[in-house]
């Protein structure tokens, strides 16, 4: 549901006809748990994204928060290709997190799309977000939009496809939180804790 989110709601066409994104739902301590069909090379940097925004922000996360980060030294691939991470709370607790990572057409940078294939810096390909927050109580950070939206060529694409990502972890969210009203919070962490041991047996198998 997450993936269907963001390809009706996004504004690239990378993200809504190549499928140039992917999805997925992170434990607590941020291993991968699920992830939608999408770009593969995305859902191997999850992990490292979430623990990253862990690390940085501890204590400091509560509900209604999300996180922005395509920064490739804090496990991002390259500064087009932002994530989106919400942390997922029930009772107070923090039980899970949700991302997406989805290609944006324009980061700004040296050249237009922000691939410059010259490039000897980082700081030629565009924008660079190490893990900010970019909500709050739901609400987006409007200083943080207008930084977005003055460092890209195409501020109306960028912020349509930023929406989407917000969505997709939003559905995320609720739909956890069904499913935590209909067999509690302590049945979900033992279906996570399932998942990482029979997919390590299979995988060893």
């Known amino acids: ?3 269907v989110v963001m390809a009706r709601t996004s504004m690239s066409p990378v993200i809504y006809e190549v499928l140039d994104f992917a999805c997925g739902i992170c434990d607590r301590d941020g291993a991968l748990i699920a992830q939608t069909n999408g770009i593969t090379l995305f859902t191997g940097t999850f992990s490292a994204q979430v623990r990253f925004i862990l690390q940085r922000f501890g ?4 509900p209604g928060d999300s996180f922005i980060s395509n920064d490739p030294f804090v496990g991002g691939t390259h500064a087009c290709d932002m994530a989106v991470i919400r942390p997922i709370f029930h009772e107070g607790d923090l039980i899970a997190f ?3 990572v989805a290609h944006w057409l324009d980061v700004g940078g040296a050249v237009p799309g922000s691939l410059p294939p010259d490039a000897t810096s980082v700081f030629q390909e565009g924008i660079r977000l190490s893990g900010v927050r970019i909500t709050r109580d739901d609400q ?3 200083d943080m939009v207008r930084v977005i ?3 890209v060529r ?3 694409l ?11 972890v939003r559905i995320a969210d609720r739909r956890l939180g069904e499913v935590i009203a209909k067999y509690g919070a302590p049945m979900l962490q033992r279906v996570f804790a399932d998942i990482l041991t029979s997919s390590e047996r299979q995988a060893r198998a």
Not at 158 to 168: R, T, Y
Request: hydrophobic fraction near 55%; aromatic fraction near 0%.
């Open 1 to 3: 549901e997450m993936a």
């Open 59 to 62: 204590r400091d996360l509560r």
């Open 98 to 100: 949700a991302i997406t």
């Open 140 to 142: 987006l950070l409007d």
């Open 149 to 151: 939206a003055e460092n």
């Open 154 to 156: 195409l501020p109306v």
């Open 158 to 168: 960028a912020l349509g496809d930023l929406n989407a990502e917000i969505a997709a």
